[in-house]
């Protein structure tokens, strides 16, 4: 059983950075991870993915160029890059492992951290 830990969270101001950790229980060097998120009122939906080797990247078209996903498997960890943050972004934002990264932003079979709370406001 993957435990993820996701840590990083707050308020930050429009167009400012946050990064987002997620820290696994075990080693998910062979998982894809995946950062995704949730607003009030809204299903969960996918932010970003990353393969298991690092190589292959995946976003949503609302966060290309801005956010940037990216992982430390010595360190069992992924990271969430965001840049440019905007009041739209405001979410609880969850990490996800999987096996396959086909198949992480389907949301099937995924191992889910806790969330962690953002929110962009002035």
């Known amino acids: 059983q993957v435990q993820l830990v996701e840590s990083g969270g707050g308020l930050v101001q429009p167009g400012g950075p946050l990064r987002l950790s997620c820290a696994a229980s075990?080693?998910?060097?062979?998982?894809?991870m995946g950062w995704f998120r949730q607003a009030p009122g809204k299903e969960r939906e996918f932010v970003a993915a990353?393969?298991?080797?690092?190589?292959?990247?995946r976003y949503a078209d609302s966060v290309k160029g801005r956010f940037t996903i990216s992982r430390d498997n010595a360190k069992n960890t992924v990271y969430l890059q965001m840049n440019t943050l905007k009041p739209d972004d405001t979410a609880v934002y969850y990490c996800?492992?999987?096996?396959?990264?086909?198949?992480?932003?389907?949301?099937?079979?995924?191992?889910w951290g806790q969330g962690t709370q953002v929110t962009v406001s002035s």
């Open positions: 996800a492992a999987n096996p396959s990264l086909s198949t992480i932003a389907s949301m099937t079979n995924n191992y």
């Open positions: 075990e080693r998910t060097s062979r998982y894809a």
């Open positions: 990353i393969s298991w080797s690092g190589y292959s990247t």
